[in-house]
């Protein structure tokens, strides 16, 4: 059984809240002996951009004990020009598979930049035989995460049928300035 002695000071309330955070995230905790492969992403359309203080976060799947749960994608604002989200993964510790689930990291990346940084000319690549009517073709082409690096051409289902596939930009940042990288994706609006 554990005891908390809690003085009644705003500071102890804190104090307490902190402690039953830290205890709720635990429950949530997950750690494994065999790998489990984290599912395929499923297909977004991302809204209109509410202001330009928010970026795009995408949906991504979080691991809780029993099941994988698809959070959707969601504009938010990053907590610092110096933060980027990060995706929930697996990682080795003590000899189990633990999840880390998806958050916010600080750090001087380059995912925020102050100027725009062109991306090198397109490849050259040849389009296979499209598999279905609904499929959309998209061309190979430069994406960004702290530095330039080739995503080939690819079909892929069209999500919405009022969606129209948007190429990869720079966009503005908000108050602070400079500017995020959007990668390509459906988009409604």
Do not use: C
Not at 40 to 48: D, F, W
Not at 74 to 88: F, L, M, Q, S, T
Not at 89 to 102: E, L, R, T, Y
């Amino acid at each position: 059984m554990q005891h908390i002695l809690v003085r009644l000071t705003s500071t102890g309330l804190v104090l307490l809240g902190a402690l039953a955070a830290t205890a709720a995230l635990a429950d949530d905790e997950v750690s494994i002996d065999n790998y489990l492969n984290i599912p395929e992403a499923k297909t977004e359309v991302i809204t209109t951009r509410p202001s330009l203080d928010e970026i795009w976060i995408p949906g991504s799947w979080e691991r809780t004990p029993n099941e994988w749960v698809w959070t959707k994608g969601r504009w938010e604002a990053p907590i610092g020009k110096d933060a980027h989200w990060e995706k929930g993964n697996w990682s080795w510790v003590k000899g189990k598979w633990h999840w880390d689930k998806a958050h916010w990291v600080v750090d001087a990346t380059d995912l925020f930049v102050d100027e725009i940084i062109d991306p090198p000319a397109l490849l050259d690549e040849v389009r296979p035989e499209k598999p279905s009517e609904n499929d959309h073709w998209v061309a190979g082409h430069w994406d960004w995460d702290m530095n330039w690096f080739w995503v080939p051409g690819y079909y892929t289902h069209q999500a919405d049928p009022d969606a129209t596939w948007v190429n990869g930009k720079w966009e503005p940042l908000g108050k602070d300035g400079g500017y995020w990288w959007m990668g390509g994706h459906w988009q409604v609006g």
